[in-house]
T-cell receptor, first 114, second 118 residues
Framework: AQSVTQLDSQVPVFEEAPVELRCNYS??????LFWYVQYPNQGLQLLLKYLSGSTLVESINGFEAEFNKSQTSFHLRKPSVLISDTAEYFCAVSERGSQGNLIFGKGTKLSVKP | DAGVIQSPRHEVTEMGQEVTLRCKPISGHNSLFWYRQTMMRGLELLIY????????DSGMPEDRFSAKMPNASFSTLKIQPSEPRDSAVYFC????????????????FGPGTRLLVL
């Protein structure tokens, strides 16, 4: 069965510092991978996703994630964070061609301090 | 488009009362999902519908929970009777195609209903 592990529950960083949020998954078949972001008191919204092709995917606000099949990882990175990036970030996986749905990790709370 | 609409946004009720949460998916979307979010358990899928038909309700905690989707533009999640451990944020989400996660569809989440059962 598929599963997602986000190793860090909380990540505090200073503004303009780089950040990496880690995500590992397990699955016996090919997968799609997602990062969702949840701002305070809001629902989740898609940040970026990997379906196929280039293993490096980018969001419009400067985040990027790289699919690493050998390490079964999909870590999220940003070279210079903003105060407005403060949010909870969820990694999720779904299996190609199955009727199964998204499996979410427990989330990582990113706190950006001035 | 207004996005996924959920009501009420906040609900406070007493143990034993019936609670009904409502969701209007994005027009034209064919899959609808109900999730529950708590600090302890994170985000859990309760049930999802494809083309108004329940496909997988294995995440529904127990018989006190029920969900319906009478048409493509409306769904309800009912808890009867409610208990304090049901306190959580309940999210509804929709996606364009009736494929679950099989095609890598993006799910669009509503703002959630924050439920407190006293």
């Amino acid at each position: 069965a598929q599963s997602v592990t986000q190793l860090d529950s909380q990540v505090p960083v200073f503004e303009e510092a780089p950040v990496e949020l880690r995500c590992n998954y397990s699955s016996s078949v090919s997968v799609y991978l997602f990062w969702y972001v949840q701002y305070p008191n809001q629902g989740l919204q898609l940040l970026l996703k990997y379906l196929s092709g280039s293993t490096l995917v980018e969001s419009i606000n400067g985040f990027e994630a790289e699919f690493n099949k050998s390490q079964t990882s999909f870590h999220l990175r940003k070279p210079s964070v903003l105060i407005s990036d403060t949010a909870e970030y969820f990694c999720a996986v779904s299996e190609r061609g199955s009727q199964g749905n998204l499996i979410f990790g427990k989330g990582t709370k990113l706190s950006v301090k001035p | 488009d207004a996005g996924v609409i959920q009501s009420p946004r906040h609900e406070v009720t007493e143990m034993g009362q019936e609670v009904t949460l409502r969701c209007k998916p994005i027009s034209g979307h064919n899959s609808l999902f109900w999730y529950r979010q708590t600090m302890m358990r994170g985000l859990e899928l309760l049930i999802y519908f494809n083309n108004n038909v329940p496909i997988d309700d294995s995440g529904m905690p127990e018989d006190r929970f029920s969900a319906k989707m009478p048409n493509a533009s409306f769904s309800t999640l009912k808890i009867q009777p409610s208990e304090p451990r049901d306190s959580a944020v309940y999210f509804c989400a929709s996606s364009p195609r009736a494929s679950g996660g099989a095609l890598g569809e993006t799910q669009y989440f509503g703002p959630g209903t924050r439920l407190l059962v006293l």
